[in-house]
């Protein structure tokens, strides 16, 4: 039981490790765009800022993905699973195969094309001209820790009977 116990810690702090990286994402628009602004009011030219602000928003999404889903903040078929009354176990199997399946064919996609961007020398079209590979890792990164978080759910419902995401409010007036 230990060891669970252990691999329970390590799954959980890195969704939170995710989440993390995601909000500082959201803080370096913050301060990209700031740094833009002054660079308009002072006559300098800040060459790429929406480029890196994108490549931001990208890592933001995807690395806050896993912790989002475990915290309940995705949007979820809760009334439909609240309507399965005591299928409800079924439905969520289904959901969580489903989802599990989907986010490991899109990471194996992601990884590939953040290996060829790579390879090739690929390049953004911006005028940075940054190796594109560089932002696809925030997208590789964050599908596989997805998937993860996927599978980790499923296993658990089906090895313990219930799954890690928190409920929010809406989903628990429904159950009662």
Not at 110 to 118: D, E, L, P, V
Not at 159 to 167: C, M, Q
Request: include cysteine; aromatic fraction near 14%; hydrophobic fraction near 55%.
């Amino acid at each position: 039981m230990a060891v669970f116990s252990l691999i329970r810690r390590f799954l959980d702090g890195l969704y939170k490790l995710g989440g993390v990286l995601g909000a500082i994402c959201l803080i370096a628009i913050l301060v990209l765009i700031v740094i833009q602004m002054v660079a308009r009011w002072t006559g300098e030219v800040f060459s790429g800022a929406p480029d890196y602000a994108g490549y931001c928003m990208a890592g933001a999404s995807f690395f806050a993905f896993a912790y989002a889903l475990n915290a309940g903040a995705h949007i979820r078929v809760s009334i439909a699973l609240n309507a399965m009354g005591s299928k409800r176990w079924w439905g969520e199997l289904w959901c969580f195969a489903v989802g599990a399946v989907l986010s490991t064919y899109f990471s194996y996609y992601a990884i590939k094309a953040t290996y060829w961007s790579r390879k090739l020398n690929d390049i953004s079209q911006g005028q940075d001209a940054w190796p594109i590979w560089i932002p696809q890792l925030s997208m590789a990164i964050g599908s596989v820790l997805l998937a993860v978080c996927f599978w980790d759910n499923l296993c658990r419902l089906i090895f313990t009977g219930k799954h890690a995401i928190e409920s929010n409010l809406i989903a628990e007036e429904g159950a009662e």
